[in-house]
């Protein structure tokens, strides 16, 4: 049986020091998150910095990828894609952006440490590593097969761990450096049809928190900015059949505004649309049940995929 270490009577006043302290500091990080509601924080530069954006040959990736080169940043796009990844290039370059196209498969780790390596040589040190490549089957998971569930798993978060021993070390020697993930609603809350979707995404939400704290207590509090985006349901064909009484359907480009705007201001989440941020709270708040029935009265509903074609 496990038991609580009670403090000596000489730790009484340490703990309380430390007490006092905490109490000012939630006072102060109240007070600060009140007035950047009011005041957001400035975006950065990102002019001549390296973007990296996997999944950019198509959907809020390339959305994404044309918005920081409109900023004059160093865009390196990934995508299993090639045809894809092409019409992105031409999209940027047709506005004067720098762009530099790699077809690679982000679930192969060993492509992608080879890939990791060309983009230090051709490009540079990657600056803001944006883990953005994501698939959906959108199926009950005893008709989903092992090779689909596993496919899931390897795109949407197994990758994520690739990317980021590639380029995290060059980021902490550099003490800077800013690390994206594109999670989902679907981080935050099970869906119907979505249990490996929903599963890989609550992985990167917690993948996320675990850097943060790793990085705070073993690198010295390294620079390394984290930014981490729930998206609810945006039109870019990775998702059919859904419906929902009163969550919209997102643009991809209002949707990527959204994500650059983030990761300007280095918001640490970032919820699209932002009262999703709502949601989450009361799930945590509500008894299960109750929130059970909210969920339902909201009507939001993935159905099967393999039923919608
Ligand atoms: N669309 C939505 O409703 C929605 C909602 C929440 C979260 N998201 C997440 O946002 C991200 C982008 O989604 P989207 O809607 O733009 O999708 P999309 O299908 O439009 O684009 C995804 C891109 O990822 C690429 N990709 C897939 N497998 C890959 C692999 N193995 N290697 C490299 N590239 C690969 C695809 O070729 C495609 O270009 C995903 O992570 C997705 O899970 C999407």
Known sequence: MRSATMPSLTEIPLILGELLVLLVKLLFFFLEACYRLVVPPSRKDVAGKVVLITGAGHGMGRCTAKRFAKLQARVVIWDINEAGNSRTV??????????YAYTVDVTKKEKVYEAAEKVKKDVGKVDILIN?????????LLELTDDQIQRVMNVNVMAHFWTIRAFLPDMLSANEGH??????????????????????????????ESLELELMKNYD??????????????????????TSRFMPILEEDDA???????????????FIPSDLRLSVVFKYIMPHKSYLA???????????????D
């Open 256 to 270: 990527a505004d959204t994500i650059v705007d983030g990761i300007l201001r280095n918001r640490r989440k970032v």
């Open 132 to 140: 953005n490549a994501g698939i959906l089957v959108g199926e009950l």
């Open 90 to 99: 031409k999209e940027i370059q047709s506005s004067g952006g720098e762009v």
């Open 179 to 208: 690390l994206v993930a594109i999670s989902s609603a679907a981080g935050y809350f099970g869906k119907n049809f979505l249990v490996d979707y929903s599963a890989s995404k609550f992985a990167v939400t917690g993948m996320d």
């Open 294 to 308: 909210l969920a339902d009265f909201f009507k939001s509903e993935t159905c099967s995929q393999g039923k919608q």
């Open 221 to 242: 509090n390294a620079n390394i900015k984290l930014t981490i985006v729930h998206p609810y349901i945006v039109k870019t064909g990775l998702v059919h059949g859904y």
